[in-house]
C-alpha cells in the first residue's frame, strides 16, 4: 500500500459539551502539526489536600482531561476502488475516531498502534473530515501525555494488495557462509474474483545492491488473506550486532500480466539469539551482557511528543554514555524509537503492560485490560517483528497478580499469545517479588502498607525498606509465590531482587535471571553479581534516562528535625523524577560517568562537587537518589568555605591536586565502591584527578574555575536538517567563560527567537522545580544550561537569536532541505 504522512493540517482543542457549545460556549481549534501532546501545554496546578492521580506528582501535577482533533482532507476520485486506511502509532488515551460524523473505530489502550478502515467512510473528489477525540485522567503512575502524540499515517492499497504490517522476516538458520531469509507476506484480496500473483522478494543489501531474489506465485480467494512464503540464501551475510548494526531490506512486489499490483518494503537485520544458564545470552554466538537502561517515553521538553530525531538522539546518547539495551517502560516501544535502535545498535525489550487485572491507578488499562489484551499484544508484535533490536518481549511490569494462581494463569495467556505471535525472541516478565506477596506482607505489616498511597504507588512503598525488600525476595514465601509465574518465562525478569541472583542457582539451576529493575545507586554491587553469575544476564536501572512524573522520586534531600527521613513524592511545582543517569535535556549527570567506570568502558577518572550550600547537612533520600553534585569547580560567594570533592575511577590509586598541590593519593577502584573523597576548602582555580595503576598514570580529568565575563553560547546538533520525517534540530544554550567552561552558578532567564523556516516545538531546562512552561520562548537555565528544540516547516534557512540579560546575543542558521 501507498503510505503518505497524515500528520500535517489538524486542528486542536479541548473536548467540548456539544449542549455547551450550542448554549454559546464555544472553544476555538487551533491549528497543529503532528505529533502533539495536548497535555504539556496545559498549567500545571498544586493538588487539593487528599487528591490522587494525573493531577498529583504522579503525571507532574499536570491536570486530565478531554481533547479533540479533526482534519479536513480530499481523497482522489480515482481512489474510489482503493482500499483507505489510517494508521495512528499511538493515541492518548481512548481514542474514539470518526468519519464525516459516523464513528470509525477506538481504541483504549494508549500505547498501541491501530488502523481505522476509512474506505467505506469516505466521499471521493469530495471535503472529508477525520475526528478523534482522547481522554486521559487518573490512568497512569507517570506523565503520559495526551492526544495524538505519535505519528499518523494514510494508506492506499488496491483490492488486492500486501496488507499493513504484512511482510515478516526471519533468519532461522545463519553460519559464517550463509544465511537463510525467509520472507512472510501476507496478502489480501477484496474483490469478488480469485487472483493469481507473481510474488517477486528481492533482498537488498546496505549499499543498495540486489543479493537475493525469489519469484513465486500465489492464487489469493476473494475475502480469503493468503500467506507467501519464501527462502532466501544470502552468501556471506553481515551480522546485526549492537557494535555492527548492519541492515538488509527486503523488497516485496506483486505483479500480474498489466504491470505491478503492489509493493513494500521493510528493514531487517540477520542475527541469532542464543540462551543459557552457564553463557547467558548470546548474539551471533558471542555472549552479551546487557548494560541496560529503564526509559520513560516523554521526550522532556517536547512532553510525550514522539518525533524521530528526538527518539534517535535519545538512543545515542544512552549508547554513548554506555548502555547497550533499554527496557521501555512500561508499555510497547515507538516505531520511531525501534527503528534508531536497529541503525545504531541498542538492544531493545519491549514491554506490553503495567497492569493487567488489578489497578494502581483510578481509571488505569485494567479496566480494559481483559477485553483488549490480545489485540494490544498483537499490536505490539506485528509493529516489532522485523526489528532486529528488539530481543525481549515483557508481558509486564511489577504485575501483583503474580503471586496467585490466577494471576499465573493469565500471565500463561499472555505468554502462550506472544510466543503464537512470535517464537523467535525471548520472554520476560518484570516481576516485583515482594509486591507478589503484598497481601501476606499487609497481614504481616499493616502498617507498611497503609503508608502507601494511590499516589506514589509501589516505588513510594518500596523507597525507605530497600533492605527489607531484599530479605523479602529471599524469603520462601516469595519462592513458593512466584514459582509458578516464572516458570513460563524464558528469562526470569525480578526488580530490586538481587538477593536472590545467588539463591536461584542453587534452587532452580535453569533459570535465568534478568535484574529488570535496579536501585542506581547499587549499579557496583549489582554489576559484580552479573559479572560473577552466568545465569545473571544483566542490569536495568532505574532510570537510564530522567522523566517528567513521580516528582522527586530520586531528588536529594537532607535531614532536619521537620525532616527525620526522606520523603518520596515532593511538592507541586516539582516536575521530574530526577533518578536518571540522563536529565531531561540529554546532560549526563556524575551518576551516568560513575556506571560507565563500573561497566569498565571509561579508564578516566571522573571528577564531582557536593554543592556547598549543603555542606555539613545529613544528606538523605530514596535507593534512586544520587548525592547531590555536578562536575563543576565554580562556587562564587563560596571562597574559604568547606567543600567535599569526589573521584570516580577504576584504577588502583587517584590523587587530587588543587592548583598543582596535592591533597593526597586514595584508593579507588572496585574494592572501594570505585570512588573516593576529599574534603578541603574551595577557592577558585583548578583540580586535577590523576588515575594511577602500579604507580604508572592511567588517565586524567581536569576541572576549571569560569573567570570572565558570561559568554551566552548556543551550538546546534547538525547544521542540516530535513524538512520532513520528524527531524529536529537540538540547540544546547550554555552560559561560558571565553575558554568554554560552563558557568554553573550564573543562571538566567534566556530568550529564544526563531525566524524563517522553523517554529520552536520546546524550550526548557533540566530545573527539576520550576513553573516555567516547555511552550514558551523564555526559561531560565539550571546550572548553567538550557535546550531549545526547533522544528522545520519548509525547506530554507532557521534563523535562532537567544538572548540573556548581562550578555551579548548570540545565534545560528540551519538549512533545512528536502
Excluded at 506523565?143 to 515478516?168: F, K, N, S
Excluded at 517515553?297 to 539495551?325: P, Q, W
Excluded at 596535592?662 to 574494592?671: K, T
Excluded at 524550550?763 to 544550561?785: K, Q, V
Aim: charged share 25%; with cysteine.
Amino acid at each position: 500500500m501507498i503510505r503518505t504522512s497524515f500528520n500535517d493540517g489538524w486542528q486542536t482543542r479541548p473536548k467540548v459539551n456539544p449542549f455547551a457549545e450550542l448554549a454559546g460556549a464555544v472553544v476555538a481549534f487551533e491549528p497543529v502539526t503532528l505529533p502533539h501532546d495536548a497535555m504539556i501545554a496545559r498549567q500545571r496546578v498544586a493538588p487539593r489536600e487528599g487528591e490522587t492521580g494525573m493531577e498529583s506528582g504522579a503525571g507532574a501535577y499536570f491536570p486530565g482531561g478531554a481533547c479533540e482533533y479533526r482534519k479536513s482532507f480530499v481523497v482522489p476520485e480515482e481512489y474510489s476502488d482503493k482500499r483507505i486506511l489510517f494508521e495512528f502509532e499511538g493515541v492518548y488515551r481512548d481514542a474514539v475516531v470518526h468519519l464525516n460524523g459516523d464513528y470509525a473505530g477506538q481504541r483504549p489502550y494508549g500505547y498501541s498502534q491501530f488502523y481505522i478502515d476509512a474506505d467505506r467512510f469516505l466521499k471521493f473528489g469530495q471535503h472529508n473530515e477525520i475526528h478523534v477525540e482522547a481522554r486521559s485522567h487518573r490512568d497512569s503512575r507517570w506523565y503520559t501525555g495526551a492526544g495524538i502524540y505519535r505519528d499518523t499515517w494514510m494508506l492506499v492499497g488496491g483490492l488486492v494488495r500486501i496488507g499493513p504490517a504484512g511482510i515478516r522476516v526471519n533468519t532461522p538458520d545463519i553460519d559464517r557462509d550463509q544465511a537463510v531469509v525467509e520472507v512472510a507476506t501476507k496478502i489480501e484480496n477484496d474483490s469478488i474474483r480469485i487472483r493469481t500473483v507473481e510474488v517477486v522478494t528481492e533482498i537488498h543489501d546496505a549499499a543498495g545492491a540486489v543479493v537475493a531474489r525469489d519469484t513465486s506465485e500465489l492464487t489469493v480467494l476473494p475475502g480469503e488473506p493468503a500467506t507467501a512464503r519464501q527462502r532466501l540464501y544470502l552468501r556471506d551475510p553481515s551480522l546485526w550486532s549492537v557494535d555492527s548494526p548492519t541492515l538488509y531490506r527486503a523488497q516485496v512486489t506483486l505483479g500480474k500480466e498489466n504491470g505491478t499490483v503492489d509493493t513494500d518494503t521493510v528493514t531487517f537485520g540477520v542475527r541469532s539469539l542464543r540462551l543459557d544458564p552457564e553463557r547467558g545470552l548470546r548474539i551471533n554466538d558471542e555472549t552479551v551482557t546487557l548494560r541496560g537502561a529503564c526509559v520513560h517515553h516523554d521526550n522532556g521538553v517536547l512532553g510525550a511528543a514522539t518525533f524521530a530525531r528526538s527518539e534517535e538522539r535519545r538512543v545515542a546518547i544512552l549508547k554513548h554514555a554506555g548502555f547497550n539495551a533499554i527496557r521501555i517502560s512500561h508499555q510497547p516501544m515507538s516505531t520511531a524509537m525501534l527503528n534508531a535502535c536497529d541503525r545504531l545498535g541498542m538492544l531493545v525489550v519491549d514491554e506490553t503492560f503495567d497492569v493487567w487485572t488489578s489497578g494502581k491507578s483510578e481509571f488505569d488499562y485494567s479496566l480494559n485490560f481483559p477485553e483488549w489484551w490480545e489485540r494490544d499484544v498483537e499490536a505490539m508484535i506485528a509493529k516489532d517483528f522485523n526489528h532486529p533490536s528488539v530481543i525481549l518481549y515483557s508481558i509486564g511490569n511489577e504485575i501483583p497478580e503474580t503471586g496467585t494462581p490466577v494471576g499465573a494463569a493469565w500471565g500463561r495467556k499472555l505468554a502462550e499469545k506472544v510466543r503464537s505471535l512470535d517464537s523467535t525472541r525471548y520472554l520476560t516478565n518484570a516481576v516485583n517479588n515482594m509486591l507478589a506477596v503484598m497481601a501476606d506482607l499487609a497481614k504481616m505489616k499493616s502498617q507498611a502498607a497503609q503508608a502507601a498511597t494511590e499516589d506514589t504507588g509501589i516505588n513510594t512503598l518500596m523507597a525507605d525498606p530497600g533492605q527489607m525488600m531484599n530479605a523479602i525476595s529471599a524469603s520462601e514465601l516469595v519462592t513458593r509465590r512466584t514459582a509458578e509465574s516464572y516458570s513460563m518465562l524464558d528469562i526470569a525478569g525480578m526488580n530490586y531482587a538481587d538477593s536472590r541472583y545467588a539463591l536461584d542457582r542453587d534452587l532452580f539451576p535453569n533459570r535465568i535471571i534478568l535484574g529488570t529493575e535496579t536501585f542506581p545507586t547499587r549499579i557496583d554491587e549489582n554489576w559484580r553479581l552479573v559479572e560473577q553469575y552466568g545465569h545473571v544476564i544483566g542490569d536495568f536501572t532505574w532510570t537510564g534516562w530522567d522523566y517528567l512524573g513521580e516528582v522527586g522520586l530520586g531528588r536529594a534531600q537532607y535531614l532536619a528535625p521537620d525532616t527525620p527521613k526522606p520523603t518520596h513524592t515532593a511538592p507541586h511545582p516539582y516536575l521530574v523524577a530526577g533518578c536518571g543517569d540522563i536529565d531531561i535535556t540529554g546532560h549526563r549527570k556524575p551518576a551516568s560517568y560513575y556506571r560507565q567506570i563500573v561497566f569498565g568502558l571509561r579508564r578516566q577518572p571522573y571528577i564531582t562537587v557536593e554543592r556547598p550550600q549543603y555542606h555539613g547537612q545529613a544528606f538523605a533520600g530514596t535507593p534512586w537518589a544520587w548525592r547531590d553534585c555536578i562536575s563543576s569547580w565554580t562556587w562564587p560567594g563560596f571562597e574559604g568555605e568547606p567543600i567535599t570533592v569526589e573521584v570516580y575511577g577504576d584504577a588502583h590509586e587517584v590523587e587530587l591536586f588543587l592548583d598543582g598541590r596535592s591533597l593526597g593519593r586514595r584508593p579507588v577502584g572496585e574494592d572501594h565502591r570505585f570512588r573516593t573523597e576529599y574534603n578541603t576548602v574551595y577557592h577558585a582555580g583548578e583540580l586535577l584527578a590523576l588515575a594511577y595503576e602500579d604507580g604508572v598514570e592511567t588517565g586524567r580529568s581536569l576541572l576549571r574555575t569560569a573567570t570572565g565575563p558570561v559568554l551566552l553560547r548556543a551550538e546546534v546538533d547538525r547544521a542540516v536538517i530535513a524538512a520532513t520525517g520528524g527531524d529536529l534540530a537540538y540547540i544546547e544554550i550554555t552560559l561560558t567563560d571565553a575558554h568554554g567552561t560552563c558557568y554553573t552558578y550564573a543562571d538566567r532567564p534566556v530568550s529564544v527567537e526563531i525566524f524563517g523556516a522553523g517554529v520552536l516545538q520546546g524550550f526548557g531546562s533540566a530545573d527539576p522545580c520550576t513553573e516555567e512552561r516547555f511552550d514558551a520562548n523564555e526559561r531560565r537555565t539550571y546550572d548553567g544550561r538550557a535546550l531549545a528544540v526547533v522544528r522545520p516547516t519548509d525547506i530554507g534557512v532557521i534563523r535562532v537569536v537567544a538572548r540573556a540579560p548581562e550578555c551579548d546575543p548570540t545565534e545560528i542558521l540551519i538549512t533545512v532541505e528536502k
